[in-house]
C-alpha cells in the first residue's frame, strides 16, 4: 500500500456508497486491438456531472455480464462549481461491498460508465485478506496505473475500449476463480472550475470477488 491515494482512502476510511444490483443486457466482447481500428478514442469535453457507476463484469461465451457495482469510498467532485468531498462520513472499517462469486472465467474488465476519457487510472487488487480494520494485508497481486496516453495505445494493458458512452479496462490477472479486494481510482480534468485549469475531480471505487 506504498501509493498515496490508496493510504489516504484507507486512512479516511469513509463511508460508502454501495449502491443496489441491477441487471445488464450482456454485450459482445472486443478485444482492444479490434476496437481500436474502427472506434477512435476521443476524450469528451467535460467529466460527467457526478461520479459515474464503475462495474466489474466478466466474459461468459463470448458477452460480458454484469457482476457487481462498485462502492464509492471517497473522492472530491464539482457538483456545484465548486469542489465537493463525497462520502464524508468516517467508519471504523474499510466499507468493502459484499462478495460476489464469479464462475470461473479468463477475462474480468471494468466498465466505467463515462464518455468522458480518464486523465489516469490505478487499480489495486489483493488476494491475502484483509486485516481488523477492513485494510488489505500483504502486496497487491494485481496493480495498474494508466496515464491518459495509455489509453490510447491498444498494446497496452491500460487500453481502453470505447463502448457505447463508456470504456472497458480488462484486469490482467484475475479471473473468476480469484479471491479479491479491489480498488480502483480514476480521475478527470474538470476545466468548468473557474480560475482553476488544472482541476481534477476523482474518486475510489471498491470491489469485492470470491471464488
Known amino acids: 500500500m506504498s501509493k498515496p491515494w490508496f493510504v489516504f482512502a484507507m486512512v479516511l476510511l469513509v463511508a460508502s456508497a454501495v449502491l443496489t444490483a441491477c441487471s445488464r443486457a450482456p454485450q459482445s466482447v472486443p478485444r482492444p486491438e479490434e476496437a481500436a481500428g474502427s472506434s477512435p478514442l476521443v476524450a469528451a469535453e467535460n467529466p460527467p456531472d457526478e461520479p459515474p457507476d464503475v462495474v466489474l463484469v466478466a466474459a461468459q461465451e463470448?458477452?460480458?455480464?454484469?457482476v457487481q457495482r462498485g462502492a464509492v469510498l471517497n473522492g472530491e467532485w464539482s457538483t456545484t462549481g465548486t469542489m465537493q468531498a463525497l462520502a464524508p462520513t468516517r467508519q471504523t472499517q474499510v466499507p468493502w461491498p459484499s462478495p460476489v462469486s464469479v464462475s470461473s472465467t479468463p477475462r474480468i474488465a471494468l466498465r466505467i460508465g463515462s464518455a468522458a476519457l480518464p486523465r489516469s487510472l490505478t487499480v489495486f487488487a489483493y488476494s491475502n485478506g484483509l486485516d481488523s480494520d477492513g485494510v488489505p494485508v500483504g502486496e497487491p497481486t494485481l496493480e495498474l496505473e494508466c496515464a491518459q496516453s495509455s489509453f490510447l495505445n491498444p498494446e497496452s494493458t491500460c487500453a481502453l475500449v470505447p463502448e457505447s458512452d463508456t470504456w472497458l479496462l480488462e484486469l490482467p490477472g484475475l479471473s473468476g476463480s480469484t479471491h479479491a479486494w479491489i480498488a480502483v481510482?480514476?480521475?478527470w480534468v474538470e476545466p468548468r472550475l473557474s480560475?482553476?485549469?488544472?482541476a481534477v475531480v476523482w474518486a475510489t471505487w471498491l470491489f469485492t470477488l470470491s471464488p
Do not use: F, P
Open 62 to 66: 463470448g458477452e460480458w455480464h454484469y
Open 185 to 187: 481510482n480514476v480521475t
Open 195 to 198: 480560475g482553476n485549469d488544472l
